[in-house]
């Protein structure tokens, strides 16, 4: 996994996992995630109001450091 994380860092381009042959998870350099983030804002506020607030919680709730561990995503999904 480093070395996934440290090519994703160097080129800055996505690496999608997959599944069977097909795509279920893509991960991004933080910067881009950041970038495509800030634009779906934008266009939720136009749009939905709402989504546009929680997504902006959300992720004030990741800058304070409020993230949850693989082990423990992989817990919260099994209940």
Known sequence: MAEVL???KKDGN???VTKSGRAV???LPIELYDRLISALEDRFDEEDPQLAAEVREARK???AGRTVSLNDLKRLLQH
Do not use: R, S
């Open 6 to 8: 440290a090519t994703l």
């Open 14 to 16: 996505p690496c999608f």
């Open 25 to 27: 998870a893509a991960l």
């Open 61 to 63: 709730e990741y800058k």
